[in-house]
Nanobody, 132 residues
Framework: LMFSCRRGGGLVQPGGSLRLSCTAS????????IGWFRQAPGTEREGVAG????????YYADSVKGRFTISRDKAKNTIYLQMNSLKPEDTAVYYC?????????????????????????WGKGTLVTVSS
């Protein structure tokens, strides 16, 4: 499995919005847990959001809850992260990821592990900078 991700980051003003997307090739993501992660220079990886492969439940980090939305388009084999009301502390490199072997509880564990646990497949990161 490989990801092709839009390099749609760049500089965004506080309060602005941005949508990231990654399209998978090689196989379908229908049975995978998917997620978005971010990492600022010199910091550990942070799980931002995820969708369970079991029931479609979504999970969000407290830092982005209410502002970010994760979604998927199964017909396009694509996952998205819609980011609204961006803050300077959202500045980071953002990565999409997928894993065919994670339960819902396993996905939550990965998202909250601060890099101790990961996903099987990762897309290329895109830098999002939120600044005036």
């Amino acid at each position: 499995l490989m990801f092709s991700c839009r390099r749609g980051g760049g500089l965004v003003q506080p309060g602005g919005s941005l949508r990231l997307s990654c399209t998978a090739s090689g196989r379908t993501l229908d049975d995978d847990a998917i997620g978005w992660f971010r990492q600022a220079p010199g910091t550990e990886r942070e799980g931002v959001a995820g969708i369970s492969s079991e029931d479609g439940s979504t999970y969000y980090a407290d830092s982005v809850k209410g502002r970010f939305t994760i979604s998927r388009d199964k017909a396009k084999n694509t996952i998205y992260l819609q980011m609204n009301s961006l803050k300077p502390e959202d500045t980071a490199v953002y990565y999409c990821a997928a894993d065919p072997n994670l339960s819902g509880s396993g996905l939550l564990r990965v998202l909250t592990s601060r890099g101790r646990y990961g996903m099987d497949y990762w897309g290329k990161g895109t830098l999002v900078t939120v600044s005036s």
